[in-house]
């Protein structure tokens, strides 16, 4: 069984930064790819990045360059540096890791909130 938690969020002003940390339980050789998304009460979950094992990333158009996901293969960790937030950031950011045999492993989620 994989457990995923997450860590580094928190209250920040429009225009700060934050980097979000998250750390897969298991062996390296379990996971596949680990990636983020965000969610508002109400609303639907929503994709924002994704890195495989490889380092191959994949980011969600909105995002415009201002976050960059990152990993540590060795840790089973993986980050999410998020620059230039904006009041529309604020969500809870969930992390997941795809084991090899591509079942999602969530965190309990980091709430986010960029004041304007």
């Known amino acids: 069984q994989v457990q995923v938690v997450e860590s580094g969020g928190g209250l920040v002003q429009a225009g700060g930064s934050l980097r979000l940390s998250c750390v897969a339980s298991?062996?390296?050789?379990?996971?596949?790819?680990m990636g983020w998304y965000r969610q508002a009460p109400g609303k639907q979950r929503e994709f924002v990045a994704r890195?495989?094992?490889?380092?191959?990333?994949n980011y969600a158009d909105f995002l415009n360059g201002r976050f960059t996901i990152s990993r540590d293969n060795a840790k089973n960790t993986v980050y999410l540096q998020m620059i230039n937030l904006k009041p529309e950031d604020t969500d809870v950011y969930y992390c997941?890791?795809?084991?090899?045999?591509?079942?999602?492993?969530w965190g309990q989620g980091t709430q986010v909130t960029v004041s304007s």
């Open positions: 298991g062996s390296s050789a379990s996971i596949n790819a």
């Open positions: 890195i495989n094992s490889s380092g191959r990333t």
């Open positions: 997941y890791a795809q084991d090899t045999i591509l079942r999602y492993h």
